[in-house]
Structures are given as C-alpha cells and as structure tokens.
C-alpha cells in the first residue's frame, strides 16, 4: 500500500500580522500526551515535545474565538497570562468517554496538539467544556521550547508528496491533500492520474475557479 502519498494543492492565504514574528520562530512545536480514564474520571500526561518543519497554519487568526469544540487547547505567556494561540477542537477520547466501555473500564488514547513554536517559556493548558457551556482546566504544564526535553532531532520523511500547485510556502498558502488510500503501490501511477482529474474537477466549479490564480 502507499496510503502515505499525497498530492498537495496550495491556495492563498492571509499575510502575517505584526506581532507574530515577536512571538513565534516561525516553525511548529507539537504536544503530544495521553488521554486517560473513565466516564466520570479523566488525567492528562505529558508524552513529549516534538520540533516539526515551518509552520503551515495561520499567522492572522492566532487565538481561536468561535466557541466550538467539546476542548480548548491554549498557549499562554506567563509573564503576561495572555492567551497567544488557541484551537478548540473534539477528540476520539472525548467521544469514547461517552460510551458503554467508559462506564465499566479504563482506557487511554494518544493525543497530539500542533502549534506554532513560541520564542520563550509557555504555559500549555487543555480545557474541557462544561455543561453549562463553560471551561474548565483540566491539564496545565510550563514548557521551554529551547529545553533539552523538546525532541530537535531531523523529522524522517513517511512518504512521498507530489505537488500538483505548488505556488508559494506553507507559511502563506492553504494546503490540500488527497490521499492515496486504498491504492497498492503498483496503482501509484493510476493513483497520480486520479488526483490530476480530481484537482480538474474541482477547479471547474464556479468558486474554486475563482481562486485558481492563487494557486
């Protein structure tokens, strides 16, 4: 199987606000940690620290305020205690600890968080919602990004990207990846001619067409 191949589309996204250069690298730090527990009893713990390529995400819309997510993962600055990047988001945990299982066992499911990678000391913290809609703390843990306990080491490649737009770095543009799964690797040809049709396709519709010169 080659279920790692991946063709990329980029398209356009907004510049950088002054600001994030003052507090981010430029490239992206990933938490890693385990879920655990049961329908009434839930622990978080640190698994490692992980230096990743260059930040690909937004450089506009660094603190998420939509209110979405059943968890909210924030970076805060300790000097100010000012929250400088956020995402809410859901979990397979999240889901499992509503099920049957949770009610009679423990489980524990491994869980990653990306993030673009702070200039100093950060506090991470994941919140869980409540149900009166609120959030609560439910892991808290000061990180240095240049201490010896972030993994440096060079990020091995898993598979092949074949570019198909390619107009620009992951800094500015909007990637899209169709994934080879399902395809053997004697299909890696037929797997290429399909993603050329389909990036065809969906450039041929009326709003996409319009960002095809971004691309």
């Known amino acids: 199987m080659i279920s790692s191949l991946l063709l990329a589309v980029a398209l356009t996204a907004p510049v950088a606000p002054q600001g994030f250069d003052e507090l981010f ?3 992206t730090l990933r938490f890693d940690y385990h879920h655990a527990g049961t329908a009434t009893e839930e622990h978080v713990a640190l698994d490692e620290l992980r230096l990743e390529g260059p930040w690909a995400g937004s450089r506009t819309q660094l603190v998420d305020t939509t209110n979405l ?3 909210l993962f924030e970076v805060v600055d300790p000097a100010t205690n000012q929250v400088i990047w956020s995402r809410g988001f859901c979990s397979l945990y999240g889901e499992w ?6 009610k009679r066992a ?3 499911i491994h869980e990653s968080q990306r993030f673009p990678e702070p200039r100093g000391p950060v506090q991470l913290v994941l919140n869980k919602r409540q149900p ?3 959030f609560r703390e439910i892991f808290a843990r000061l990180v240095d990004p240049t201490g010896r306990f972030v993994d440096r080491s060079p990020v091995a490649a898993r598979g092949e990207v074949v570019p198909l737009i390619d107009s620009g ?6 990637d899209l990846l169709v994934v080879s799964d399902g395809y053997t690797r004697e299909q890696r040809e037929e797997f290429l001619a399909d993603g050329r ?3 065809g396709v969906l450039f041929e519709s009326e709003r996409c067409a319009r960002r095809r010169g971004d691309c």
Request: net charge positive; proline share 7%; charged share 30%.
């Open 25 to 27: 690298t430029g490239r």
């Open 69 to 71: 997510g059943k968890y």
């Open 97 to 102: 600890e509503t099920t049957g299982e949770a």
């Open 106 to 108: 423990w489980r524990s």
């Open 132 to 134: 009166d809609g609120s």
């Open 169 to 174: 770095p992951p800094a500015t543009k909007v």
């Open 197 to 199: 049709r389909l990036t």
